[in-house]
């Protein structure tokens, strides 16, 4: 019995110490080797094309810029709904959202290439941000309903000028009918 309980400890301690070693060597071996290293490849031609398809590989898992859009009208159709039933908390996370997604849809695209020339997206979203978004935070800031629907249609209005701005007329905005997200509960009660 006694010989057993020895050697069954010393079976657990040999699985033990041998099962640590592999795990030891494991974060090494799993760790993908770098797609780019300066030091490795001295011709600064070879170092361009490495860099050129490491952008590439990287602009092939960034989303697009109509993914972010997707975003900011989700977002901005439910503030309309926040606003309406008088929620105030809940329209201000989403006029909140819709200027973070604004934000990051303008870094993915920042500059527009259109027929007529360059858009500046950048210096557009900064005007809407600083007229149009501000002027329906005073109204959530006031609780002012009528302030608030006056501001939200000025801005679809400001919204569609940068959709005809970057040639896409065809992007027009109006006042949802419903809220996106129907699973969130509108009431300020609730």
Not at 107 to 119: D, L, N, Q
Not at 142 to 164: L, N, P, T, W
Request: net charge positive; hydrophobic share 40%.
């Amino acid at each position: 019995m006694k010989r057993t309980r020895q050697f069954l400890t010393f079976l657990a301690l040999s699985l033990l110490l041998g099962a640590s070693g592999v795990a030891l060597r494991l974060p090494s071996v799993a760790q993908p080797p770098p797609a780019f290293s300066p030091s490795k490849t001295s011709d600064p031609t070879n170092q361009i094309a490495a860099l050129r398809a490491e952008i590439d590989q990287l602009k092939g898992k960034v989303p697009d810029q109509s993914h972010a859009m997707s975003d900011v009208g989700y977002h901005f159709a439910n503030l309309w709904f926040a606003g309406e039933k008088k929620n105030w908390p809940l329209a201000k996370f989403y006029l909140d959202e819709t200027r973070s997604h604004l934000k990051w849809a303008v870094r993915i695209i920042p500059v527009r290439k259109t027929k007529a020339g360059e858009v500046d997206l950048r210096g557009i979203l900064e005007a809407v941000d600083n007229t149009l978004l501000n002027q329906i935070q005073k109204a959530i800031e006031e609780q002012d309903v009528k302030m608030f629907a006056d501001a939200y249609k000025r801005s679809i209005e400001g919204c569609y000028s940068c959709h005809k701005a970057s040639e896409k007329p065809y992007l027009r905005p109006r006042i949802p009918e419903q809220p996106e997200a129907r699973i969130i509960n509108l009431k300020p009660t609730a």
